[in-house]
């Protein structure tokens, strides 16, 4: 059964930072495209970084481009979220999610097959 768990999220103050991890089991980790994605109250599901398996190469979305950044310990089957220098408006539940088919990032989240339960990060003002 494949499984994402995340976690570190929080409450911080703005301009603070936060390190999210989530860890994939129930699949090899290695050959997948992963994902982060967040969604605010009352807001869609957005994408904020994606790291693709073959290359390592890093996609982010403008809003957090500078001061986010993904990674991925693929021998601890973890990608990793380093969220830096934060604002309110960063404030949402943060979801990762596997794209097994792709191998470059992709933002649309139709194509991620498996999704974790969320960790929510609350940054105030």
């Known amino acids: 059964q494949v499984q994402l768990e995340e976690s570190g999220g929080g409450l911080v103050q703005a301009g603070g930072s936060l390190r999210l991890s989530c860890a994939l089991s129930?699949?090899?980790?290695?050959?997948?495209?992963m994902g982060w994605f967040r969604q605010a109250p009352g807001k869609e599901r957005e994408f904020v970084a994606g790291?693709?398996?073959?290359?390592?190469?890093?996609v982010y979305t403008q809003t957090v481009q500078g001061r986010f950044t993904i990674s991925r310990d693929n021998a601890k089957s973890t990608v990793f979220l380093q969220m830096n220098s934060l604002k309110p408006e960063d404030t949402a539940v943060y979801y990762c999610?596997?794209?097994?088919?792709?191998?470059?990032?992709?933002?649309?989240?139709?194509?991620?097959?498996?999704w974790g339960q969320g960790t929510q990060v609350t940054v105030s003002s």
């Open positions: 999610a596997v794209d097994r088919l792709a191998t470059v990032v992709s933002s649309n989240t139709r194509l991620y097959d498996y």
């Open positions: 129930g699949i090899i980790f290695g050959p997948y495209t």
């Open positions: 790291i693709s398996s073959s290359t390592g190469n890093t």
